[in-house]
């Protein structure tokens, strides 16, 4: 059984300021390790993947993930948070060889001005 | 390409009333999931389809939902009667299985209200 844990309902940063949304997750194989950000009333967007190779992953609109393997982390990061960064963000997982994505539970960031 | 297509963006519709939501995938895509958010349960997998045919549909809550897919760009989930502990956000997803680490595109989603 694959799972994720997303430990924080909500993160709260100053615009600036670096942001961090934290992510563990549980696989039986390789992960394949997803983060994606829901704006309200749309739907999920992709940011990055990790699926092998270099442990940290750069993806859209400055955000940085890294893969630890012995911690089963994949904690998202952005080196300088923007009001616009505010939304509802989900890591995700599934075994290299299966189809089903499993989602957290999301965290909601909040960036005020 | 203008991504995953659902429609309505929003119903509303009273208890006992057949509902249908309708999705196109990105073409080219090969695999199409439907998915449904709550503030309860989060965001659940209702059925996955490859190559159009129906793979995976346990997570489909009871028969009064459906789903179909008659070719590669279009999907339908049929919830008949509505009940309203099927108010929710349904989206539709779709991806290119077969390539390593492929992901899912969602589209905006359909709000469903049954009152």
């Known amino acids: 059984a694959q799972s994720v844990a997303q430990p924080e309902d909500q993160v709260n940063v100053a615009e600036g300021n670096p942001l961090t949304v934290k992510c563990t997750y549980s696989?039986?194989?390789?992960?394949?390790l997803f983060w994606y950000v829901q704006y309200p009333n749309r739907g999920l967007q992709f940011l990055l993947k990790y699926i092998t190779g270099d442990n940290l992953v750069k993806g859209s609109y400055g955000f940085e993930a890294e893969f630890n393997k012995s911690q089963t982390s994949f904690h998202l990061k952005k080196p300088s948070a923007l009001v616009s960064d505010s939304a509802l963000y989900f890591c995700a997982v599934r075994e290299s060889d299966d189809y089903k994505l499993s989602f957290g539970a999301g965290t909601t960031v909040t960036v005020r001005a | 390409d203008a991504g995953v297509i659902q429609s309505p963006r929003h119903e509303v519709t009273e208890m006992g009333q057949e509902v249908t939501l309708r999705c196109k995938p990105i073409s080219g895509h090969n695999s199409l999931f439907w998915y449904r958010q709550t503030m309860m349960r989060g965001l659940e997998l209702l059925i996955y389809?490859?190559?159009?045919?129906?793979?995976?549909d346990s997570g489909m809550p009871e028969d009064r939902f459906s789903a179909k897919m008659p070719n590669a760009s279009f999907s339908t989930l049929k919830i008949q009667p509505s009940e309203p502990r099927d108010s929710a956000v349904y989206f539709c997803a779709s991806s290119l299985q077969g390539l390593a680490g492929y992901e899912q595109y969602f589209g905006p989603g359909t709000r469903l209200t049954v009152t």
């Open positions: 696989v039986s194989g390789n992960p394949y």
């Open positions: 389809f490859n190559n159009n045919v129906p793979i995976d």
